[in-house]
């Protein structure tokens, strides 16, 4: 089953640049799913991955959920009914692009720009999971254009609310199990360790989203008038929030660290033997000291311990110039990072608790919970990881390393749970590639070489 | 030349459908000083308020400023080169009028709306401090058509930028001191004890209004790639501001209580015979517990303690649902209500030192300051407070009473500096008139009597 597989990767290399034009083409569809202006383009990004595996060989569809819509579709491969059966995850809904006036180009008009390490496409989802599902949709398309097919049977699964927790998901998956049978999940949505050395993600941090609303007063007040009798709920806010992390920068919310394993020894010695530069890390964004909890190497905080970050605040007058208004309500955005062990239900309820007792006669706090999903490691010594390792260090001349991640890819847990799956987490994203930040971009060599590794790793998995 | 008082009530009496349609003209015009985009409003509701006075026999002028103009007029009266000379101030710029979503009716399409008291006009600046102009144009009005003009000499400047610091107002005043020459200033600004008792203010809160703007990374960040490295900035700037009180409720500025002064008990006594109701005061405004200094008495925690209240706060993602952002920027508005014997400017260098103090590596924190002004009082005792305590008793049949204000009206401080004025503080104003606030609101009988109270301190400042 090798043998086409010359001719596969040399038309990638010959297609390069109507795959770039393909990806620029989804890109400019901005699919938010967490504004609901959007909805109708993210049934239509959804459309358009459908029509493309409609067009390599795939029983495609788009299927309808209690949010936006699912993209599942599969292809029997050319290798037979016995042939290994893979299922590959990506998502098509994008982060909001705010705020606008930070990017250089507008995020739903990608730009195609040179960068130190070749062209790079920058747009809203150019790599968070836009770019990173074109490596293996042009896998499939070469392996279907010099082989008839990919040579083993594979399932599709693009789903449109990974940036919103997922919410319609585990219905789904639970409603379409037969459909979604497979041996093993492969997942591009984690990044590399840097451009020239590729890595699989063997562990991943989980998520508590939040938002909490703080009121006391029936309406907004004159400072002149109330200020020195009146509850102010922004300063009441930045009392609660403030006292979010001791000194030590641990988080005080009840039972937060309930369950959290401290690194075994090895994982400690492989960790430190990546040689992570926190420095340079830390650098390339403007800042020089690290924070988070004292006494805790950088990946360690990184990858294995938890976190709690405010990731938005609002109250008050916020326009030009001032007004003396005692403001009735303020609200915050408080995301907690989860790591495997921690129970996410009973930290949401830690947040509860903290935000209760911190809580003086009069107000009123209201704490919406967005999306819980739990820290989660996969096994780093299964024959598809190894077929992985095998399928990189072919395409990038060195071995791919083993690491964690830590931002939180709730279908993981969730097609374990819900469908006995493991996931291959193969990705190629890089550090500076500003995922949810403006200029979100994507290396046109990390496209190329993602889909020559998506490529060979079709070929490890089918076998010779 | 008191003689035609009895015909000027009554005029008033008689005219006051037509005063309200005035007023409601005036109130129509969205003047928002804080706001660009109501340049033009503001110079509008200048030249109304010149075309007003010019009708009544005033020399009248809309003169620029280095931001909004400044209505400036003059009457030689009735009584002759050797009356009384009155300066009128009034402001006709209004507060921002977000959050409009609060609001029962626009607020600039005044409604007419039945209270309890009867007639209130709903609409922002009904109070402060359109109504309130109207009191005493409505009562030269009267003058004019039954007596040819008011009995003394009369100079009324009207400023457009009172809510937004009164940048321009201190060069117009020295610029325009001869014509601006006055025996006494009059200033509607400010409340009656409630809608039956007459109230003189002789002592002012003053302020120093701030925004603060935290910046650390040079980018929004991704929680899950930096969470436990980076600094979040939103994080920071509520633990910095989260300790702007200790446990008592006093302010920690450095500095912040330096030349405060202690009650009198001659005050004391005075203002614990109001009978200040703090506990109705609060429910009204859905509140039941006080803050503020602790071992304070209410009027003076309002009156006669310095306040620091965050008037806004904003970061990070604010939409609908949620995004895992770490910011790279942070920002407030704090601002302080002074109280007479404190320096403005220490105060203001007082919170650069408070924000600086608490600020890590990595981080820098721009403080901007738009106001400072300092707490002030004015003589009680006279002959133009004699005078007016006469007109309120006479047209409300009762003792005025002489109250602090927490409020600040920064031109009672410039008036005094640079023209050696003095200032008289007559208004007409009510606790629930939700001045700064959503539905902010003038009662009809407030408007009408006074009017008469202005025609009343007109008679009795030109004497017999």
Redesign the interface.
């Known amino acids: 089953m090798t043998q086409p597989l010359p001719a596969i990767l040399a038309h990638l290399d010959e297609t390069a640049p109507e795959a770039r034009a393909r990806l620029i083409d989804w890109l400019r569809i901005p699919s938010v799913s ?3 202006a959007h909805a109708a383009d993210c049934r239509r990004a959804a459309d358009w991955m459908a029509a493309q595996l409609a067009g390599l060989g795939f029983a495609a569809e788009v299927k309808p959920t209690a949010g936006h819509p699912v993209v599942l579709a599969t292809h029997p491969g050319t290798g037979g009914a016995n042939a290994p059966h893979l299922l590959f995850y990506g998502h098509y809904d994008v ?2 692009a ?2 606008f006036d ?1 990017w250089t180009s507008p995020p739903f008009d990608p730009a195609v720009v040179e960068g130190p390490r070749g062209p790079r496409v920058v747009a809203r989802g150019a790599v968070d999971d836009k770019g990173q599902c074109m490596t293996w949709l042009e896998a499939f398309r070469a392996w279907h254009a010099v082989a008839g097919g990919p040579p083993c049977r594979v399932t599709v699964l693009v789903e449109g609310e990974e ?3 997922s919410t319609s998901l585990d219905a789904f998956l639970a409603e379409n199990r037969d459909a979604l049978r497979a041996d093993v999940a492969v997942i591009s949505d984690t990044g590399m360790w840097d451009i020239d050395t590729p890595a699989l993600t063997t562990s991943l ?1 989980g ?1 508590v ?1 939040s ?1 909490i609303d703080v009121r ?17 709920v ?2 009441l ?9 001791d000194e030590d920068g641990r988080v005080r919310i009840p039972g937060f660290y309930d369950g959290v394993r401290e690194l075994t020894n090895a994982q400690r010695v492989e960790w430190d033997a990546l040689g992570f530069d ?1 420095a340079a ?2 650098r390339a ?9 004292k006494g805790r190497g ?1 990946l360690e ?2 990858w294995a ?1 938890p ?1 709690a ?19 009735a309500e ?4 408080l ?1 907690c ?1 989860l790591v495997p062990g921690q129970d996410p239900q009973k930290v949401a309820e830690g947040i509860r608790r903290f935000v209760a007792d911190r809580l ?3 107000c009123s706090a209201e704490v919406q919970i ?2 819980t999903t739990p820290g989660i490691e996969v096994p780093a010594d299964s024959r598809w990881v190894q077929a992985a390792r095998r399928a990189l260090q072919a395409e990038y001349g060195k071995p791919a390393l083993l690491m964690g ?4 890819i709730p279908v993981v847990e969730s097609l374990r749970r819900i469908l006995g799956l493991d996931s291959l987490l193969v990705g190629f994203g890089l ?1 500076d590639d ?6 979100e971009k994507f290396e046109m060599r990390c496209l190329h070489q993602g889909a020559r590794s998506h490529a060979r790793l079709l070929a490890e998995i089918a076998g010779p």
């Open positions: 967490a504004q609901p982060q909001p705010e705020p930070l940036e919103v927790g941090r998520m989203y938002q006391a007063a029936s309406r907004d007040l004159h400072s002149g008038m109330y200020g020195g009798s009146a509850r102010n922004i300063n806010l930045t009392q609660i929030l403030g006292d979010l992390h926190e890390y830390l964004i403007g800042l020089s000291v690290p924070v988070g909890e950088a905080r990184l311990r976190t970050d405010i990731n938005g605040i609002w109250g008050g007058y916020t326009g030009e110039g001032g007004k003396t208004v005692i403001a303020a609200h915050a955005k995301s990072r003086p006669p009069d967005f999306s991640c830590g931002g939180s550090e500003q995922v949810h930040s403006p200029n």
